[in-house]
């Protein structure tokens, strides 16, 4: 109660009303007691007398303080309060952007996003685009940043590390319908995951380097439909397990395959070089190694996926401070004086006085029902 502030202090001076009419209760119950002693010695009886205290002068009592704990409740109470709070999340996507990302043998399935124009997954980079869409709502965004690397036999980084949405939305809708790298090219048909490792390392680095050490917990998530395990890929899981960071990792595509895309070279189109399907136990591998866990698209829900990925990384973020707010604590004063209102009713004795204040009651409710429901 010593550190109890008010959220509107300017309805205090209003307790001026009830305190002046308990002035006047005082002096009524005064006057009551004087009365009932000059009875007693004028009038004779043959049993003693017995008077209440205030008899119905409690009921006004009761209203009054009944009255002043309701302005108190209007001035709204206040108690500081305080809350264990934790870092947010830095969250680093490695996307695969090669060739095999072009595939169509994942399902044909519609992106349900409220306000949006609704979309069709015809490919693996299409349907990693709408499970992007759906990790970012999953994060709060106050104090959780995401980045962005796409890669194939190279690696570019396409969104730093940031607190903004609007620019992972942005990325997702102007590079929905395909990959920024072009088929035409010879490196776009190879799958480098180490690489691609290697540039999550480099974008965290350069955060740190650029705006200090972060305090946030980071973390790989890794879109992909896999490639061979190879030495390289077992070097760069096991330098970024040794800065504990964990790589999540989320296949895409079907163990089935499909035929890869055809390529339109300058003596025209060539047929398909092959097919891709996915490298499920080369993915599961990498998640293991990295202290991760494996997902699949379309195997599970996507937003069963980002929340799982999210509160992963939330119960490695370090406890950063309290948060300091005020505990409202207006109830309680609500509370009791509708419990001394009502116990100033049992206080009345005559029929005129309970009538009056049973049809009051019955007028307060026709008035304020119809509004609270």
Do not use: C
Not at 141 to 148: N, P, Q, S, T
Not at 293 to 299: M, N, Q, S, V
């Amino acid at each position: 109660m010593t550190a109890l502030t008010f959220g509107a202090p300017r309805y205090l001076p209003l307790l001026v009303i009830p305190a002046a009419l308990l002035v006047v209760w005082l002096w009524r119950l005064l006057a009551r007691q004087r009365d009932l002693r000059r009875l007693a010695r004028h009038r004779v009886v043959p049993i003693r007398e017995r008077f209440r205290l205030a008899d119905d002068l409690s009921f006004w009592a009761a209203q009054l303080v009944a009255a002043a704990l309701l302005l108190i409740a209007v001035a709204r109470p206040q108690a500081p309060a305080s809350m264990p709070r934790r870092a947010g999340l830095d969250l680093v996507v490695l996307l695969d952007a090669s060739a095999s990302m072009r595939v169509t043998d994942v399902a044909s399935r519609v992106s349900s996003t409220p306000g949006r124009t609704r979309e069709v997954a015809r490919d693996r980079w299409q349907r990693s685009m709408q499970f992007l869409r759906e990790l970012g709502d999953a994060l709060s965004w106050r104090d959780d940043r995401f980045a962005l690397t796409v890669f194939a036999h190279i690696a570019t980084p396409q969104i730093r590390l940031t607190r903004d949405p609007n620019t992972l939305f942005f990325f997702l809708d102007h590079l929905y319908e395909r990959p920024p790298f072009r088929l035409e090219d010879d490196t776009t048909w190879d799958t480098n995951l180490e690489r691609a490792v290697a540039w999550g390392l480099r974008i965290v680095d350069k955060d740190a380097e650029i705006h200090g050490r972060s305090e946030n917990a980071p973390l790989f998530v890794m879109l992909s439909d896999g490639e061979t395990w190879s030495g390289e890929v077992a070097k760069a899981v096991a330098e970024v397990t040794a800065r504990g960071i964990p790589i999540f990792v989320v296949g895409v595509g079907s163990l089935r395959g499909g035929a890869l895309p055809p390529v339109r070279t300058s003596e025209g189109i060539e047929p398909s070089p092959g097919t891709s399907r996915l490298e499920r136990a080369a993915l599961q591998r990498i998640a293991l190694a990295a202290n991760g866990e494996y997902f699949e698209l379309d195997r599970d829900g996507d937003r069963y996926i980002a929340n799982t990925i999210v509160a992963a990384g939330r119960r490695l973020a370090p406890a950063a401070g309290l948060d300091y707010t005020a505990d409202e604590r207006y109830w309680w004063a609500v509370a009791v004086a509708a419990i001394v209102s009502i116990a100033g009713v049992l206080f009345l004795r005559r029929p005129t006085e309970l009538g009056i204040l049973l049809g009051g009651g019955l007028l307060a409710a026709l008035a304020i029902g119809p509004r609270l429901f």
